[in-house]
């Protein structure tokens, strides 16, 4: 789902394309951007979707529509969870989002059968 503004990350999931190769985009086709609030440095910026980004990614070939390929580097749980949530697709995402605010982490342990009840 398309925003007003994204950033490289978030355009680079949405395409399956890297976030470095967002950032040639917008360099080579003078995308609007605006710096991202709270962000010292002045690198991170908010690329404006406007009708001409739109059209590009809308060419480009898109995760979602690409079998998805689950792969973990990082054995640590949390390096697990971060990588897993990152290889979700962005309905897949919301899903999980609204259902841990639904039921809470508590009651996701409870769906997966690994609740401790200490």
């Known amino acids: 789902m398309l925003k007003e503004r ?8 949405l395409t399956g394309y890297s976030r470095q190769t967002i950032n ?4 080579k086709e003078k995308w609007t951007t605006t710096q991202k609030p709270g962000v010292q440095g002045g690198k ?9 980004v739109q059209e590009f ?9 690409r079998p998805g390929i689950y792969t973990i580097n990082d054995s640590t749980l949390e390096g697990l969870l971060l990588q897993s949530m990152k290889q979700m697709s962005e ?6 989002s609204a ?4 039921e809470g982490i508590a009651g996701v342990l409870k769906r997966l059968g690994i609740r401790d009840n200490d």
């Open 6 to 13: 994204m950033t490289p990350e978030e355009l680079a999931t």
């Open 99 to 102: 259902l841990i605010l639904r």
């Open 91 to 96: 309905v897949e995402q919301q899903k999980m």
């Open 57 to 65: 990614i809308n060419n480009a070939k898109r995760a979602a529509d």
């Open 24 to 27: 040639k985009w917008v360099r």
């Open 44 to 52: 991170a910026r908010l690329i404006h979707i406007d009708e001409r």
